[in-house]
């Protein structure tokens, strides 16, 4: 049995420092799953992008980013090419490469889809709503990882809406009223809470902003794990990015899907049986 310090009872999935490989009926499951939010997001009238699997750590200071989620980052850099051949004669005994051995790292690796789709919009401008689903591998650096609730590499996939205040609140609704009603075709409880996003800062501004303006909702199963979260991120990216709407600083917001902690979830509720739970979200999707 391959290394691991968690799998699945019948052994569908596995995971190591919090990076997950899923055996064929978590594939298929986790497939049927993005279909199901894809066609939601075609259903909305989003396009279809993907993005570039690193981004500039430049792009994301314009963000607030490391202000804001430094404590997430996951930088990627190379090996210094004066220290390619010593470390080629000596190469490192330990688990890590030595820090004096790499280059300053200008790109980090994507902590939520959605930057890659604020960053492309940089500098248009529409007037009528903008919408585009992407998915992407994720990475958040956390001081625990837990099965597949928790992971530091996860797949997400989201649907951005750009347009006026009432269009994203539109978009956010009509897909709080969809996860609700998938989740309950699926036999899932699936709470809805307000939340806030994981701010280095939790007693800084903008976390005590978004408790004052609850922007954020996330659908927690019975065991406190959220699968999906809604986002306004009303016009800070507009404005941070110059994307307008109508003349304006455009609003956007996104709708977001964590698909292993949806596979967590199902396998849960299905009690292992990962085939059950992917006729029952064929079976869901349909009517969803
Ligand atoms: P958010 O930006 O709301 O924190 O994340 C968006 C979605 O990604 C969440 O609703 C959740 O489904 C998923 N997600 C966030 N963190 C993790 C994680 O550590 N592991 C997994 N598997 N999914 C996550
Ligand atoms: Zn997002």
Redesign the pocket.
Known sequence: MPVSDSTATGNAWWVRDGLATLDEPGVLLKDALDAVFTRWGAEAGARQQSYPALLRAEDLRTLDYFRNFPHLGSPVTRIRPERLAALAAHPPGATALPAVDLADATHLLPS?ACYGCILHLTGTSADTPVLITTVAQCF?N?DHYDG????WG?T?REIVCVGSAEAVRAHLGRHQERIAAFGAALGLTLDRQPAT?PFFEKDGSRTVMQLLAPV?E?YLYTDGT????T?NHRNFFGERRAIRHAGRPAFTGCV???L??WVHALGDRFEGDLAAALRAVRRAGEGS
């Open positions: 939520a958040r956390e597949l609730r928790r992971l996860f997400m996003d954020k996330e959220a699968v999906a979260s986002n977001a899907f964590g292993e902690r």
